[in-house]
């Protein structure tokens, strides 16, 4: 009997040890967190709605796994095992692409690449021949996850870069495999069955969650971007419906797409949750730990509120965007919502913001931008030059009031005629004129490689 309970003790031990990812399914979705330190409401929906709908729409099943252990040195082996082991794949051939990210702890909430010793992530995929192939799919999902999987994002230094990696690499996993099956192979190609089990979509979120357009138009290849498709509207504090999220994430990414220059909005809880410093510094972190922005100067910009002292800072970055969003144009910018988000009405001014934000870039491109009109200072400064003339004039004349016009010219010598009684010549000064040279620096950039870009913050 003894023996017996030891045996049970033993068999319960390893099944507790093997459970993670079912469970994970469980609380996450299709998106296990060994971790449990990069979640996110936008990644639960992203594990609980956005792969599930694709897996339903596509045919084949989108899952992501990040690990802190593994048994073998090649975490490529682990990834198609993990797929076998617990069933992973849709319909009666199972195809599916895996994201499997591997963590080791720096301490008790910190992780880091499990690097040198294993490769960081890898994409599994498995896919019917009659369908494509599994190696060019997962090639194409490794080519749209990899700009989002850089060292620097999980170097264990700043967790909240790492979650707003992985939920950026989410995103462009999905709309790579969406784009490859639509492109080489479409629900129905080979006749597959529905019969795997797939998570349940659930009410639409309240929450920003990227939705994913075979209608998209792709989005011009970036080193930050990689022609994948991103958020541009975070709304962390559930301030704007999934409805309202929607049509504004698609206005954004059109109009960042058409101007080339990414142009965002973030609306969060509090902004020292997202970084250190006062409220520009922190959207100033946000904006490159997140590797926002278009073009090779990844232009773009981006406005942030924090509802906890409504506090509010706008970021540019970029010699284009900056030329847009000079100093005076982002004065004049914030005009176009403030009054909006200080009655709380947060659908109108971030609807605003992108309408003008899509007239300033315009206006730039066509060599207008944005700057104060030149002729109220011309006006004024006639009226001041015309007003000071007039004054001397008026007083000139009054001094002359007692002149008379003589007729006859030696009346205007004085008695005994001019005598001059002592002649000199004496040096005063001499009067130099020199002219500057402007530099032409058209061409020079408004930011560094450290740093740079420009912005305000205030309250609201």
Known sequence: MKKTSWVFALILLLSLSLCPPAAAVTEYGVIYDETESLGSQTLGMQGEETLPQLTEDLGIDLRVDVLTLIDDDNIGDTAAWIYEEYGYGYGTDREGVTLTILMEPLDVETYTYAMPTHNGWYVYANLSEARGSSQELADAVSDAVAPYMVERAWNGEDMTMSATALTQAVDAMAVAAEDYILTHCPPGTSGEE?????????????????S??????????????????????????????????????????????????????????DY??????????????????????????????????????????????????????????????????LDDFGDDDWYGGISHYLDACDTYLTQAEEGEPVRPASWPKILMATGIACAVAGTICFLLMRSMKSVRQKAEADTYLTQGGLQLTEQYDRYTHTTKT???????????????????????????
């Not at 020199?434 to 609201?460: A, L, P, Q, Y």
Request: negative net charge; aromatic residues 10%; charged residues 25%.
């Open 212 to 269: 994913a357009s075979p209608e998209s138009p792709e989005i011009p290849e970036t080193p930050g971007q990689n022609s994948v498709k991103m958020q541009y509207v975070f709304d962390l504090s559930d301030l704007i419906s999934y409805e309202e999220w929607e049509k504004l994430e698609t206005r954004a990414q059109d109009i960042s797409r058409r101007h080339n220059c990414g142009v965002y909005f973030a609306l969060v809880d």
């Open 194 to 210: 529905t019969g795997a089990e797939t998570a349940e979509p659930s009410k639409p979120p309240q929450a920003p969650q990227p």
């Open 434 to 460: 020199r002219t500057k040279i402007e530099k032409n620096d058209s061409g020079s950039s408004s930011h560094s490689e450290s740093g740079g870009g420009s912005g305000r913050s205030g309250k609201f």
């Open 272 to 337: 020292t949750d997202y970084g250190d410093g006062s409220v520009y510094e922190v959207t100033y972190q946000l904006y490159h730990g997140s590797e926002l922005g278009m073009g090779e100067s990844r232009d773009g910009i981006i406005v942030l509120l924090s509802m906890a002292e409504r506090d509010y800072a706008t970021f540019v970055y970029g010699e284009d965007a900056e030329y847009a969003f000079n100093e005076y144009g982002q004065e004049q910018l914030e005009e176009a919502f």
